[in-house]
């Protein structure tokens, strides 16, 4: 939606260029403006390929009728007449809420647990069927809805749990094979509340506890090897291995920069890496993210975190008058629990900036993130838009703006600040009034497979010199290593002149050691196919920059 703006007017979103196109982000539906037909975006395309499907039947396309509904609203609210109501004596005043705290609520409310009766069991079977329940407690019987035992709150297959028919119950519809289908189901006692048989007697914080994993559980292994280079100084940070309770393990890296000589080059990056993890933390929680929870949550979830960081920069930056400093952040987090059925393992990757996740999935490097740079098409013309200038200066592409914009003297007007990325945390220089840099993340979710034998995350000195391909390659030669591996690439990313900083964190995936061997077989036959070498020729490895 980037290249849309919001007509307050209309309530669509328009297409910049040349208005030919609305689309109304909430529906999904697309208007173009000229012949007056209606367009959806099919659910396999994608935003670099995106594929329209015409909408012929309006009066019978569910969509369409919503839209409509939305139509007439806006127009009833639009000639409406309101009245202000004072709050009655010894009442509380009435509390007005922001658009955006309405959605969350409505999210909330949209996965809160429904009430409902078990009206059919087949303990042998090991499904029947569950009727909702309206607020005055009558039954829906056109409505009843599916149910497997295996869904059901504390079943498993050494100890399942079969359902009372008549039994009150809560539960979330969710979709199997294509149907939906009772999930999370809780049979209730007469207090109203889970019968211990769900949770062994214990509390429902008790059994989250019992349900957190950790990277060990998970068969993770993992190293960070992290050089200074030719910099007098250390300015990348990482968080390994931080563990989310029941939701998985975090890992993060941040590569800390500044624009003049400041006095630490890494402030942003050191808070970022103690704060960033607290963030999701705090996201996840608010949004009541779950294992098998939805990705477009998921992608809210890092945003916010995201955001709530930079926004704390942003205040201690203008406090300490540190506004040349800032950061490239990149999260990943290892989300899902094997300990919850139908809850497997995803990769959840944000970043703003120059920092790079690139997993290797069959021997072959597949990108989860794609560099911020003032180059990139889109970021460009994001930021000509917002006023600022994309220049060349010696030999590296930066996004330039005014050191002095108020400035009488017309040099000093012309002496710029300038930033190779074009998406960062802090940088208040790039923030104020208008920002060219955001801290809004690009957020990527891709499951994880038996082909997927280990991810790494890496600041943009090792990205410099060596391709994606060529660290996936060093990686493979010690798969069994993680701390070899990331010395490798640091090291070779040296040898190869490197000025920047280096920092590569690689994670392992131990659950699939046992493929690892036939995957690495079928790459190096496709390579003596090519004629090509399966890994780079081995760098030095008694080289160590610390000596």
């Not at 010395?487 to 690689?506: C, F, P």
Request: hydrophobic share 35%; charged share 30%; aromatic share 6%.
């Amino acid at each position: 939606m980037a290249d849309y703006a919001l007509d307050e007017e209309t309530g669509w979103h328009v297409y910049k260029r040349n208005a030919k196109w609305h689309v109304q982000a909430d529906l999904g539906i697309y208007l173009h403006v000229k012949s007056g037909t209606y367009y959806r975006k099919t659910p396999d395309s994608s935003d670099s390929k995106p594929v329209f499907r015409k909408i012929v039947d309006e009066e019978s396309d569910t969509m369409m009728k919503r839209l409509r509904e939305w139509e007439k609203m806006r127009k009833a609210v639009k000639s409406a007449d309101f009245v202000k109501w004072e709050a009655a004596q010894g009442q509380p005043p009435v509390e007005w809420k922001k658009p955006e705290d309405l959605k969350v609520e409505e999210k909330e409310k949209e996965d809160a647990p429904l009430m409902g009766r078990v009206t059919k069991f087949d303990p042998e079977k090991g499904f029947g069927f569950i009727t909702p329940l309206d607020a005055s407690g009558k039954e829906d019987k056109a409505k009843a809805t599916f149910v497997h035992r295996k869904h059901v709150v504390g079943s498993s297959s050494q100890n399942p749990i079969n359902l009372k028919e008549g039994a009150r119950v809560t539960y979330v519809v969710g979709d199997q094979e294509g149907r939906a289908c009772c999930m999370e189901v809780y049979m209730l006692g007469s207090d109203g509340k889970p019968l211990p048989i769900h949770t062994d007697g214990k509390t429902m914080d008790d059994r989250r506890k019992s349900l957190y994993v950790s990277a060990e559980s998970l068969k993770l292994r993992c190293h960070v090897e992290s050089w200074p280079g030719l910099k007098k100084s250390l300015t990348d940070r990482h968080v390994d291995a931080e563990p989310m309770g029941e939701l998985g393990v975090l890992y993060s890296v941040l590569d800390g920069h500044f624009q003049s000589n400041s006095a630490n080059g890494a402030a942003v990056a050191e808070y970022a890496s103690k704060m960033l993890p607290k963030h999701v933390m705090e996201s996840f929680r608010k949004l009541k993210v779950q294992p098998a929870s939805r990705d477009e949550k998921l992608r809210m979830a890092l945003r916010d975190a995201f955001l709530a960081t930079d926004k704390e920069v942003l205040e201690q930056a203008e406090r300490k008058k540190t506004e040349n400093i800032g950061s490239s952040g990149l999260v990943l987090c290892v989300h899902g629990n094997p300990k919850v059925p139908n809850t497997p393992l995803r990769l959840v990757v944000a970043h703003v900036g120059s920092c790079r996740a690139v997993l290797c999935r069959g021997g072959d490097a597949v990108a989860l993130s794609e560099d911020h740079r003032p180059t990139r098409t889109d970021e460009k013309k994001r930021i000509e838009r917002g006023g600022g200038l994309v220049l060349q200066v010696k030999g590296q592409w930066r996004m330039c703006v005014s050191a002095n914009p108020h400035s009488l003297n017309k040099a000093q007007r012309r002496e710029f600040q300038g930033l190779d990325v074009s998406r960062s945390l802090g940088d208040t220089y790039f923030k104020t009034p208008v920002q060219l840099s955001v801290a809004e993340p690009e957020c990527v979710i891709m499951p994880v497979n038996e082909k997927d034998l280990f991810i790494v995350l890496a600041t943009d000195g090792v990205w410099e010199k060596l391709s994606n391909q060529e660290v996936i390659d060093l990686a493979c030669g010690h798969l069994d290593d993680p701390e070899e591996a990331a010395k490798k690439i640091v090291r070779t990313a040296h040898q190869k002149g490197s000025e920047d900083n280096l920092t590569a964190m690689v994670i392992q995936f131990g659950m699939n050691d046992k493929h690892a061997a036939a995957v690495l077989s079928k790459k190096k036959g496709r390579s003596d196919v090519d004629g090509a070498p399966a890994v780079p020729a081995k760098a030095a490895d008694d080289f160590d920059m610390f000596g």
